[in-house]
Nanobody, 114 residues
Framework: QLVESGGGLVQAGGSLRLSCAASGRTLYAMGWFRQAPGKEREFVAGINRSDIDIRYADSVKGRFTISRDNAKNTVYLQMNSLKPEDTAVYYC???????????WGQGTQVTVSS
């Protein structure tokens, strides 16, 4: 089970930190996706268990940082310099490796006002 938290409303240029706590089995890769109204779900960032493989969508590079705490089985997404186009429902994902997503959270809304 994946449970996200930390979403909310923020002004453009502001910051938010999302958290996703996983329960149950050990998850090797964890990541974040987002889905804006009328658009398909898109990959935002992913990280493997050893932190060696970290990937970002081009649209968030330099602004978002993904990290994880394996002791807490939790992944974070620090979002800085937020833009209105970052508005979406953000979903946590997990699986055996980046790109092989088997588990999904319920999503948390992020709204960036201009």
């Amino acid at each position: 089970q994946l449970v996200e938290s930390g979403g909310g409303l923020v002004q453009a240029g502001g910051s938010l930190r999302l958290s996703c706590a996983a329960s149950g089995r050990t998850l090797y890769a964890m990541g974040w996706f987002r889905q804006a109204p009328g658009k398909e779900r898109e990959f935002v960032a992913g990280i493997n268990r050893s932190d060696i493989d970290i990937r970002y969508a081009d649209s968030v590079k330099g602004r978002f940082t993904i990290s994880r705490d394996n002791a807490k089985n939790t992944v974070y997404l620090q979002m800085n310099s937020l833009k209105p186009e970052d508005t979406a429902v953000y979903y946590c994902a997990a699986g055996l490796r980046i790109g092989d997503w088997s588990y999904w959270g319920q999503g948390t809304q992020v709204t960036v006002s201009s």
